[in-house]
Each structure stands twice: as structure tokens, then as C-alpha cells.
């Protein structure tokens, strides 16, 4: 496979939208909207990537950082090109980003039932919290 790795810009959006909701594991809600999703690339300038293959979008991500810490969003691969690389390839991309920006260390979010997604993870190397819940709310 030929891959290209790009930025994740919003000329891209429908497109990593159309990939994110077929792939099982990413949860999708309001802040995914159009608006949302520029303005946190606006915020977080060249640390989202795509990789596309021969014009077919395999991969996307997108990351940022708070000033102090790393986040990384909504991996997602194409589910018949997955075990191919992609993944690895794709959090390498936002390591380098944030670790130019000065930042030691990331965080992600993922569903506790998300079995492949926890081997993913572990397998490229992070360990999973077991002292730390989210503790969420919408502001109205
Ligand atoms: C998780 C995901 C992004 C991995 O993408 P990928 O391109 O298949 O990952 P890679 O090929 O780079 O895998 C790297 C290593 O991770 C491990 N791994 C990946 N998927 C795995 C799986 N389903 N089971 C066990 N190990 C797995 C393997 O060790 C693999 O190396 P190997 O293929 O040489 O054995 C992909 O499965 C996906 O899109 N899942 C649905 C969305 C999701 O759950 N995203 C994560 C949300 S936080």
C-alpha cells in the first residue's frame, strides 16, 4: 500500500465523518459537528491527520492539547484495511505534533467494551488508567 499521510483539514470533513461512522468504537455526538470539529482544528493547527491510499480515505485522528496535556480523538481505520499499519501510523503523527509542542504526555478516551480498541492502545504502547473515572456534564 502506497499510503500518504495529510492533515486533517475541513475541506476533509465529510469525508472523515463518513469514515468515523462506520467504524464501531467512536462515539459521535454534537461537538462532531461541522463548527465543532473547526474550531478544534483552528485551536490544535497541524496535529489532525488523515492517510489515504490510491484517493480512498483509510485513516483519520485528531489531536490537541490543553496547555499541559495531550488528547487524541476519534482514531478511526477503515474496517477492511485495519492490521495494516494505519493506526500506529496515524498516533505516531499526533505524538510528534504534541511532543513539538511541548507536551509529555497524551490522553485518550475510550468505551471500557471496546476490546480491540484497549488491544490497540496497549499494544503501541499505553496503559490504561485503572484510578480515573470521567465525571461528565452538559452546561446549559
Ligand atoms: C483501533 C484501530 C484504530 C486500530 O487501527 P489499525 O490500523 O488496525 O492498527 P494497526 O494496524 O496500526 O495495529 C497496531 C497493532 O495494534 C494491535 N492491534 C490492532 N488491532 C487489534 C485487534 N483488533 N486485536 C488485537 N490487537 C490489535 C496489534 O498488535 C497491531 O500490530 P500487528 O497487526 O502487527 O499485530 C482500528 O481497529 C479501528 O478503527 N477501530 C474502530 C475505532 C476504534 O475503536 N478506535 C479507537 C477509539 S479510542
Redesign the pocket.
Known amino acids: 500500500m502506497n499510503l500518504r499521510v495529510l492533515p486533517f483539514t475541513m475541506a476533509l470533513y465529510d469525508r472523515v465523518l463518513e469514515l468515523w461512522q462506520q467504524?464501531?468504537?467512536?462515539g459521535l455526538g454534537d461537538s462532531d459537528s461541522r463548527e465543532n470539529i473547526a474550531l478544534f482544528l483552528e485551536r490544535n493547527p497541524g496535529m489532525s491527520f488523515v492517510v489515504e491510499s490510491e484517493k480512498i480515505l483509510l485513516?483519520a485522528v485528531m489531536a490537541g492539547h490543553d496547555g499541559r496535556r495531550g488528547y487524541i480523538h476519534h482514531?478511526?481505520?477503515l474496517p477492511d484495511r485495519?492490521?495494516?499499519?494505519?493506526?500506529?501510523i496515524l498516533v505516531e503523527n499526533c505524538l510528534k505534533s504534541l511532543k513539538n509542542a511541548g507536551i509529555l504526555k497524551c490522553h485518550?478516551f475510550?468505551f471500557n467494551q471496546?476490546e480491540?480498541?484497549l488491544?490497540?492502545w496497549e499494544?503501541?504502547g499505553w496503559s490504561v488508567r485503572k484510578d480515573i473515572s470521567i465525571v461528565s456534564k452538559f452546561i446549559d
Open positions: 467504524c464501531e468504537g467512536i485513516g482514531l478511526a481505520v485495519r492490521r495494516k499499519g494505519v493506526g500506529r485518550i475510550i471496546n480491540n480498541g488491544k490497540f499494544s503501541v
